[in-house]
């Protein structure tokens, strides 16, 4: 096997591609949607900011988790993902998403699945059993704040104290810190499990948000993605895997009472970064990937008019269809010519009225057969679970956000190829 190679962690300007003689077309869906796009220096300025901050806030992160160190360690290279890192903002670099990597020390981990009120297999989270004996003495204070809980003669980590207890404690020692280096700049957190949400308002009112979660490292896997998926060459790629804690604060009717706060996610950011880079080099990938942030802006639009399908679509929804589009177009056997944005907009548009009518969005990384043949051999592809999207969403709010779909359509008219009389 070829040398394999890290994914780069960089922030990436977003998506503004277009095909040949689409200049009017171009012109046409700034004047309808608006200005999506952000400018180059905005881009620069503000990531070099972000660059600044996020390694003093993780520099701090490490120095308050001294007292764990002989139990766990924080690493110092946060991973970059979401938006930020896939080029897929729009409007204003204004938030920015982070990995945290946390290696337990000495603890033998066996992943548990977690199992719904139904008996059947909820995709994508896990439960994370301890096959180690005494903790209390391996692993005091961990034991102290609560992260070891016994269950019908197992141990297994619970997310909602390490959230809860250890994390954000650290991460508001941190702050305590971080307030003293910017005392002019208002900073303020809110706790999203897994995310610690950190929202930072300068002297002059600019408000950056940063999402920082922490990331339990399970193991790296080496992937062979084949010729037919790049594009070009087979490249070898070495993909972190990482359990976010993710406890159920919502006292979810799905979920069984005592496995509330045990709930890890398998984390997908590196095989979505890794996607996000199989879009780089190619045009009819980066045509795509326009599309899904005029999509994306159309929706904030709906949104600001309090329109249910406004409220109904989110970011990550829309990056689900993205991803579809461009291995159903671009990576299967039968591949389509994209000639430009207006055609990427259309099978984008057809795919999202799909979804909302039949009220079913199938997880891009989660339970789909597809990534067996983008990534062989994935922990991702052992998952054969499906996991809806929207199975959290209101059921009214689902039947209403049907009639969304001609406003969309009014609002994109003349942007988008029609997709199969759709």
């Not at 394999?4 to 990436?12: P, R, V």
């Not at 701090?60 to 001294?66: A, L, P, T």
């Not at 969403?393 to 009014?410: D, E, H, V």
Request: proline share 4%; glycine share 6%; net charge positive.
């Amino acid at each position: 096997m070829a040398t394999a190679k890290n994914l780069d962690n960089e922030w990436n300007q977003p998506y503004h591609v277009y095909g040949p003689g689409e200049g009017k077309l171009r012109r046409r869906i700034l004047r309808q949607v608006g200005d999506y796009r952000i400018d180059q220096k905005e881009w620069q300025a503000e990531t070099k900011e972000t660059e600044k901050f996020l390694g003093n806030l993780t520099s701090k992160i490490c120095e308050n988790s001294g007292k764990f160190n002989s139990e766990f360690q924080v690493s110092r290279d946060y991973v970059k993902q979401a938006s930020g890192r896939q080029g897929l903002k729009i409007n204003s670099p204004d938030e920015f998403d982070i990995v945290v990597p946390i290696h337990l020390t000495g603890l033998d981990i066996q992943q548990a699945k977690v199992r719904n009120s139904d008996g059947k297999i909820m995709a994508g989270l896990h439960r994370q059993r301890v096959l180690n004996k005494d903790m209390s003495t391996t692993h005091p204070r961990l034991s102290h704040e609560g992260v070891f809980q016994r269950q019908g003669g197992n141990v297994f980590l619970n997310s909602k104290s390490f959230h809860e207890k250890v994390w954000t404690g650290i991460v508001d020692k941190a702050l305590e810190d971080v307030r003293k280096d910017m005392p002019n700049y208002k900073i303020v957190r809110s706790v999203h499990p897994p995310t610690v949400n950190v929202q930072i308002t300068s002297p002059t009112g600019r408000v950056i948000n940063y999402d920082v979660v922490p990331g339990v490292s399970l193991k790296t896997e080496t992937i062979r993605i084949p010729e037919k998926i790049t594009g070009k060459q087979a490249m070898v790629v070495n993909l972190p895997i990482f359990a976010l804690p993710k406890h159920d604060n919502k006292n979810s009717p799905v979920i069984h009472d005592k496995d509330r706060s045990l709930i890890w996610r398998n984390d997908t950011s590196s095989h979505e970064r890794c996607m996000a880079d199989l879009c780089k080099n190619s045009d009819q990938r980066r045509y795509i990937m326009t599309a899904s942030r005029i999509l994306k802006s159309a929706i904030k639009t709906l949104q600001e008019e309090q329109n249910h399908l406004g409220h109904l679509i989110n970011s990550y929804h829309l990056k689900t269809i993205a991803y579809k589009t461009v291995y159903d177009l671009t990576m299967r056997d039968s591949k389509r010519n994209l000639t430009g944005v207006k055609d990427a907009l259309g099978h984008q548009i057809t795919a999202l009225n799909k979804c909302v009518s039949e009220r079913y969005l199938n997880d891009f990384f989660q339970g789909n057969e597809d990534l067996e043949k983008i990534f062989p051999g994935s922990e991702l592809t052992k998952n054969h679970r499906q996991q809806n999207l929207f199975w959290k969403a209101n059921p009214n709010l689902m039947m209403s956000a049907r009639y969304g779909i001609p406003k969309l359509t009014g609002n994109l008219n003349g942007c988008f190829t029609c997709i199969n009389g759709q």
